[in-house]
């Protein structure tokens, strides 16, 4: 792995950019998440995919798409924070979690469960899948079972990006064919056991979407599955498509879609209000954030990759203007 850039800050987040050793670009995050030291929770957040096909609207990793990246240059990313922080290769974290969630949908790379089996040995893992479940994966969703199954049970942490619960909506968000709210329902009584962490269905709230509790609690048991609900972070294509979050940051909780929260927990649904450090939109470490498109966008955001400097950004354009 060879790092081009960096930016962040140690004590909350970094993200590298780096060419992996088959010549890939990718983005990698290490984060920690205050309170917590970085010997109480540590999170990896790694590509899986060399850009992404899917094109979600408040995404900046999508746009352009260039092929999945090997097991090995995911292991790449992963090896070389582990060496990083923790040198002689023992994570000693109470907290351990790899994220497949910086660039790619990863349910459309089955390299990914390579790297699962391939990682299972580090004590205290928590891997995590967030997924939009595209349609034509079903192996994937069965062999991840199966891996879960084997090595991760009780401690494998499963996310649907869900967003809106008007059909329609949904795939101008997530403009892919995927899995139906039914066919997410009947993969999660099969995932789920006695033992297991509940299914996360996420909602990146903004102002503009259509939510009902009960076309959710009419579909899914609160048995296997939780809200988990997060703000829209902000990107170049959540401005440019006029999205804006619908959590008031200076609250945590949704204003327009309060009710939609409450119902939720009327029904039995364990509610998650995930918002994150303010300094990592700085950083630009969030989901949906993307270090590349900032850097080649001429109008740049005031409120995000404020960490991104000038000099370190002449590393990046002069790599790519000697290759």
């Known amino acids: 792995m060879k790092i081009i850039a960096k930016y962040g800050k140690e004590n909350i987040a970094t993200v590298y950019i780096g060419i992996?050793?088959?010549g890939s670009m990718v983005e990698f995050v290490q984060s920690v998440q205050p309170p917590f030291s970085r010997n109480e929770k540590w999170v990896l957040i790694i590509s899986t995919l060399k850009g992404c096909p899917v094109g979600c609207l408040m995404c900046d990793a999508g746009g352009y798409y260039e092929g999945k990246l090997t097991a090995e240059e995911m292991l790449e990313q992963i090896d070389f924070l582990i060496k990083e922080y923790f040198p002689d290769g023992l994570v000693k974290v109470k907290k351990f979690k790899i994220q497949f969630?910086?660039?790619?949908?990863?349910?459309?790379?089955?390299?990914v469960?390579?790297?699962?089996?391939?990682?299972?040995?580090?004590?205290?893992?928590?891997?995590?899948?967030?997924?939009?479940?595209?349609?034509?994966?079903?192996?994937?969703?069965?062999?991840?079972?199966?891996i879960k199954q084997r090595h991760y049970q009780g401690r494998f942490q499963l996310q649907f990006s869900i967003h809106s619960t008007d059909e329609n909506q949904r795939d101008e968000i997530i403009p892919v064919r995927k899995w139906s709210f039914k066919d997410i329902a009947l993969y999660g009584e099969k995932f789920v056991r006695s033992d297991d962490r509940k299914i996360a269905l996420?909602?990146?709230?903004?102002n503009k979407v259509t939510v009902s509790a009960e076309k959710i609690a009419n579909t899914f048991s609160p048995d296997k599955f939780l809200i988990k609900i997060t703000p829209v972070n902000p990107t170049y294509n959540a401005v440019n498509n006029q999205i804006e979050s619908d959590i008031d940051l200076s609250t945590g909780f949704p204003v327009r879609h309060r009710v939609f929260m409450?119902?939720?927990?009327?029904?039995g649904f364990e509610i998650i209000l995930s918002i994150g450090e303010p300094e990592e939109n700085k950083i630009g470490s969030n989901c949906g954030q993307y270090i590349r498109k900032h850097i080649f966008n001429t109008q740049k955001l005031s409120q995000a990759y404020i960490y991104v400097q000038k000099s370190e950004n002449m590393l990046f354009y002069n790599h790519f203007d000697q290759s």
Do not use: Q, W
């Open 262 to 267: 409450e119902e939720l927990k009327k029904s």
């Open 202 to 206: 996420n909602f990146a709230l903004s």
């Open 101 to 111: 969630a910086r660039m790619g949908e990863p349910a459309l790379n089955k390299n």
């Open 113 to 146: 469960l390579t790297v699962l089996e391939k990682v299972s040995d580090h004590e205290n893992l928590i891997p995590s899948i967030s997924t939009v479940a595209p349609y034509g994966c079903e192996e994937f969703f069965d062999r991840l079972l199966s």
């Open 20 to 22: 992996t050793s088959r």
